[in-house]
């Protein structure tokens, strides 16, 4: 399975991989951080060693297994965009688990 997905995003391995073990994606744990990217991260990505670059680890859980994948990237931050869509309650009340 992770030969055939070879060259493709990390992040389409949960898809195959649930419906291969019969897992059901619950929720992705993401944490991103910013660093120097070393050398070896460098040439792979052509930028220069040292320049600034983000770090995105996703953590893919089942509520049956629990954690079954993690992704761990390098991004330049000239290449990186992170944008959110927060939604608000559609009443304007606060959403459960906040009040």
């Known amino acids: ?3 055939s997905a070879r060259g493709s995003s ?5 898809s195959p991989i ?3 073990y019969g897992l059901r994606l619950t929720h992705i744990d993401e944490a991103t951080t910013g660093i ?3 050398p070896a991260e ?3 990505l052509g930028c ?3 320049a600034p670059g983000l770090r995105v680890v996703h953590r893919f859980h089942d509520d049956t297994v629990g954690l079954f994948e993690v992704s761990d990237e390098i991004h330049p931050a000239d290449r990186f965009t992170l944008s959110h869509r927060f939604d608000a309650a559609p009443d304007g009340a606060d ?5």
Do not use: D, K, Y
């Open 48 to 50: 220069a060693a040292g």
């Open 1 to 3: 399975m992770i030969e």
């Open 10 to 14: 990390p992040l389409v391995l949960f």
């Open 36 to 38: 120097a990217i070393g």
């Open 42 to 44: 460098a040439r792979r």
């Open 95 to 99: 959403p459960p688990g906040t009040a």
């Open 18 to 20: 649930c419906s291969s």
